[in-house]
């Protein structure tokens, strides 16, 4: 395993044909779930910065949607090809997409430090635009048909009125979501609380 | 054969991943001659990771030891580890001076020294050997598969042996013992470990693994296995992880479950995925329907879970992008003693037995380095005295939080009940999980082994060290 694999993976992103077919808009915060029950962190790394497979933070802005959507139907090996539908990929694509706010940085932006936490981290969000007047952070734990919640976080203002922080923790590893909630809308971040010490 | 050749096929089977091939085994009524020499390895199974780790014959699993039934073996061990070690047998049946228990049926073999196990190994199946001193050799790498071929066995057109295991990170295993380890669970997601969480559990005993190995390799860097269309392929797969319950899957394929820990099934159980807990053996079957390439995945939640995989694919298609399976075990068949077995609905009736010994097992609190056997700890536990013939009975009941991977040495036992109900079918095995939160299982075996001191204990190496282990001993009074 090393880096020559991740430029390999990403080769076939940057010459796709052209003339793809309209995409249909995905659902980032069903996309965040999907992320994590296949695993994708474990390649491309924490906030997908890039590991074994390419970085995907800010992929929207290299790919449209369509050529992102179509690197994940038809993967280049060692990337393997994962058992989602269309409208799955959708959402997986949104949820990537939405990673650094978004085409035109429109949108929210989460970060975690540390990136892998084990019991508990620093949630840091920007907020582009409008600043938000109130923020929350509500981690959990999806088990299987049902979930476990962690303390519910308010968020408070930094210096910048645009970028909020509160400190989560994890009462135990596993795959959680964070659902932050900001003037009545929601982000969902993922976060793999992770085993290595 | 020569000694030296046997040896370096034996070597190549795991690198290669393909069990040694028809033609090269020594004839049946042969003596097989094995060297064994344990010995420190740096241990880099993933890009950035690099383990202080321990090898059999610089491999790391050990190599794969295969003979016919009814063939002796003589294997000279060497430990040149730095620590005292054993090696166990585990799943055979043979004289008890050759168990390899440090402390009970053997002094431990010192750094430097040497030990000359000999036997006819059996009965056939899937078995594993390992270090038996009471530290965290195997987990650091003193494992391997031993195959006792069965000659009533169905021939398979290519056989692989699968041995999962992970590497604890440096400090996981002290701070585990220890019972404040932090290490999360990492089951997947729609797992029964999983359900067992509460809210407000605090993860004390968990290992913390940095790297997920199928026969010591990190997907992609894993031998692939090389199948044809059309071909019956068996896995021998063992779960030498020893502290988690692994699940395998083969992406776009149902698995054929014939053997349990090694032992026939009365009737083989078709499923989308395996559960193996720690210590366990399973032989599981496919028939390669078309060409293609396909993950063999051991699910996990681990953000690194994709380094536990392998690419099975047909000729030419090496490189081909392989299907993989979600992470998820929601809506997923996997394999469980009670589907393999059947369960009657009717309450369960004790069978006869001249010995009985019911086990509560418990502790493992945050921050506690004891779990217990009612409530005693090694080597303060009830032992269980037989004689010669006895039918055993023994039964527990699992109060803790975490399953109990509990085996027996030297004995075939049958599971005659979970959770109160009777099995239909008899389910054989060396090793069987008991469920966390109450539940309970009961064994049945003849004392009719070699007698001596047979241990008894959970293979959680966590919960072996903190005193979760009891003997079977031969020298009942009538």
């Known amino acids: ?197 | 054969m020569r000694r030296s050749d046997f040896m370096r096929v034996a070597a190549a089977g795991i690198s290669t991943v393909t069990l040694m091939p028809r033609g090269v085994r020594a004839a049946a009524g042969d003596t097989v001659e094995y060297t064994l020499t344990a010995a420190p390895l740096r241990f880099r199974p993933a890009a950035g990771v690099e383990s202080k780790s321990l090898a059999y014959n610089g491999l790391l699993p050990g190599p794969v030891l295969r003979v016919r039934h009814g063939q002796r073996v003589r294997i000279h061990y060497r430990n040149r580890t730095g620590e005292p070690t054993t090696v166990h047998w585990h799943g055979m049946i043979l004289p008890n001076a050759m168990d390899g228990a440090a402390g009970i049926t053997q002094p431990a073999v010192p750094d430097g020294g040497s030990f000359l196990y000999e036997f006819t190994p059996g009965p056939p199946g899937t078995r594993w050997y390992h270090d038996h001193y009471n530290n965290d050799a195997t987990p650091r790498g003193l494992f391997g598969m031993f195959v006792v071929e069965d000659p009533v066995d169905e021939p398979a057109d290519a056989e692989f042996a699968i041995v999962l295991h992970d590497v604890p990170g440096a400090d996981s295993m002290p701070a585990a013992m220890n019972g404040t380890s932090g290490a999360p669970m990492v089951d997947p997601l729609g797992s029964p470990e999983m359900r067992q969480m509460r809210a407000g559990d605090r993860m004390g005993d968990e290992v913390g693994y940095v790297a997920h190995c199928i026969n010591g390799a990190t997907y992609p860097s894993v031998a692939p296995l090389a199948v044809k269309t059309g071909q019956r392929v068996r896995l021998r797969v063992l779960n030498a992880n020893q502290t988690q319950t692994k699940y395998l899957r083969l992406a776009g394929y149902r698995l054929r479950v014939t053997h349990a820990d090694g032992n026939p099934l009365a009737r083989p159980l078709e499923v989308d995925a395996l559960r193996i807990g720690v210590g366990e053996r399973y032989d599981a079957w496919f028939e390669v329907r078309e060409p293609g390439a396909w993950l063999l995945q051991s699910l996990s939640s681990d953000p690194l879970a994709f380094e536990q995989a392998a690419v099975v694919h047909t000729e030419g298609l090496a490189h081909a992008t392989p299907e993989a399976s979600s992470q998820s075990l929601d809506g997923v068949d996997y394999f469980t003693y009670e589907k393999a077995a059947g369960v009657t609905h009717a309450p369960f009736d004790e069978p006869a037995a001249q010995v009985r010994r019911h086990f509560v097992l418990a502790g493992g609190a945050y921050g506690s380095a004891r779990w217990t056997m009612n409530g005693k700890t090694w080597p303060d536990t009830e032992k269980i005295h037989v004689s010669r013939d006895d039918t055993v009975l023994v039964r527990f009941t699992n109060k803790t939080d975490m399953d109990h991977p509990m085996h027996l040495h030297g004995h075939t036992f049958e599971i005659v009940e979970i959770d109160g109900r009777a099995l239909r079918r008899p389910l054989a095995k060396d090793i069987a999980l008991v469920r966390a939160g109450g539940g309970t299982l009961t064994w049945r075996f003849r004392a009719n082994s070699p007698p001596g001191r047979w241990l008894l204990h959970c293979h959680n190496e966590i919960h072996m060290m903190d005193g979760m282990m009891t003997e079977v001993v031969y020298n009942r009074s009538s």
């Open chain 1, 1 to 197: 395993m090393n880096r020559t694999l991740a430029l390999f993976a990403l080769a076939p992103l940057l010459a796709l044909p052209l003339g793809l077919p309209a995409f249909a808009a995905g659902d980032p915060a069903a996309g965040a779930l999907l992320v994590q029950s296949n695993g994708c962190t474990g390649c491309h790394g924490a906030n997908f910065q890039g590991a074994t497979g390419p970085k995907l933070y800010g992929i929207e802005h290299q790919l449209s949607a369509a050529q992102i959507a179509d690197a994940i139907a038809n993967p280049q090996a060692p990337m393997p090809k994962f058992p989602l539908d269309a409208a799955q990929i959708a959402d997986v694509v949104a949820y990537l997409s939405s990673l650094d706010g978004g085409r035109g940085g429109a949108g929210p932006v989460a970060t975690l430090e540390p990136a892998k936490p084990s019991s508990h981290a620093t949630l840091t969000v920007r907020f582009p635009g409008t600043a938000p007047r109130s923020v929350t952070a509500q981690p959990a734990m999806q088990m299987g048909g049902s979930s476990m919640s962690a303390a519910k976080v308010t968020l408070r203002p930094t210096s910048d009125p645009h970028v909020w922080q509160g400190k989560v923790s994890f009462s135990m590893g596993g795959p959680w979501t964070i659902d932050v909630t900001y003037d009545g809308k929601h982000l969902t971040v993922p976060v793999n609380v992770a085993g290595s010490m």
